[in-house]
């Protein structure tokens, strides 16, 4: 951590994408060691998966799949590569990246920047199985027909993911969040489903923080019909609460900080209209372990960083899950609460 605090003003006075390339080429470097046993008491199952610790990184830090045992290797209980389409799509144009100093928080436009399904196949079909490593897929922007770029998602990487997470969530794609609909859900869902090889990963959904109660329901009642295995609540959001950055008015999803109190609110929302049938994933505006053990006490069985370890470093992850065994050490798993 304290290497982190030394380099961080270095890596502040770049511009935010090419920091982050660097970040990734340092670790593809440096990373890769084996992490350090966890406590036991954070081990859980959720979708038939055996997860060290409840404490994710979420897609968007590895669109590509390029050091996703790196991670793992800081203390991630899993890890989430992509969003991966199955073309390679060059993305918004730059500048589509903002840091938020002010306020802790992220501004992003990327648009499904990514090399494609093929060249994610293959690194991953490389690397020795080991952790769990999800693999987020997206349609491509110019698709004709989105619901089958996703069934051709499934299809393409079910063979090295341990669970398939459906992204129709991200606002820095032209009309994908209307994906979200019931009727276009529904059958969304249906083709992904019948995509996936017998015997196949877990299927999760994620969905955007900004929806209406009725928009919920149905979220939640196709979700469990379709027998989705888990949702993830939430991605970025449109809304701008107050904010203090001259960044404020970029366009794109905003993440970290001012995301928290919406995405707490909307696992609640979701947890209410699921009635604790189907698990949740929590992520949005976690940084500590507090905001980890606030969002499994309002229902989720795991939870995902990503826009904290901008502002935090990569100790940030071993102090959540140290905290976090603390807390379930004294207070019980919050599961049970």
């Given amino acids: 951590m304290d290497a982190y605090r030394l380099l961080r003003p270095l890596l502040f006075r770049m511009d935010a994408e090419n920091a982050h390339r660097m970040t990734i080429g340092a670790l593809k470097l440096f990373g890769g060691e084996a992490a350090p046993d966890g406590d036991p008491i954070l081990a859980r199952q ?29 203390g991630f209980g899993f890890v989430e590569i992509g969003t991966v389409t199955p073309l390679p799509q060059d993305g918004n144009e730059r500048p589509r990246l ?63 993911a341990d669970y398939l997470t459906i992204n129709i969530s991200s606002p820095n794609t032209p009309g994908l ?17 019948e995509a996936r090889p017998e015997g196949g990963p877990p299927i999760f959904l994620k969905v955007a923080p900004d929806l209406k109660p009725e928009d919920i329901d149905d979220i939640a009642t196709v979700a469990m019909d379709r027998r989705v295995d888990a949702l993830i609540i939430a991605n970025t959001t449109i809304s701008r609460p107050k904010l203090r950055s001259p960044h404020r008015a970029e366009g794109g999803g905003l993440s ?24 949740l994933i929590a992520a949005g505006g976690i940084a500590s372990a507090e905001d980890a053990w606030r969002r499994l006490k309002g229902g989720a069985s795991l939870v995902q960083l990503y826009t904290a ?20 050490a004294r207070e019980g798993d919050p599961r049970a609460m």
């Fill in 98 to 160: 903002f840091r938020l100093v002010e306020d802790r928080a992220v501004i992003n436009r990327m648009g499904f920047n990514n090399r494609g399904q093929a060249d994610a196949l293959a690194r991953l079909s490389a690397r020795p199985r080991r952790g769990i490593v999800g693999v987020n897929i997206g349609a491509n922007k110019d698709a004709a027909d989105r619901i089958a770029d996703y069934a051709a998602g499934v299809r393409a990487m079910a063979p090295v």
């Fill in 46 to 74: 959720v979708a038939g998966l055996d997860f060290p610790n409840p404490v994710g990184l979420a897609a968007g830090f590895d669109k590509d799949g390029e050091v996703p045992d790196a991670m793992l290797g800081l």
């Fill in 309 to 328: 370890l901008a502002y935090e470093g990569p100790g940030l992850v071993q102090r959540i899950t140290a905290g976090l065994a603390e807390m379930f």
């Fill in 256 to 279: 970290g900080e001012p995301l928290r109190n919406l995405a707490l609110v909307r696992l609640v929302d979701f947890r209410l209209a699921t009635g604790g049938r189907l698990p």
């Fill in 177 to 193: 969040r209307a994906l979200q609909g019931r009727a276009a859900l529904d059958e969304l869902l249906a083709g992904a489903l």
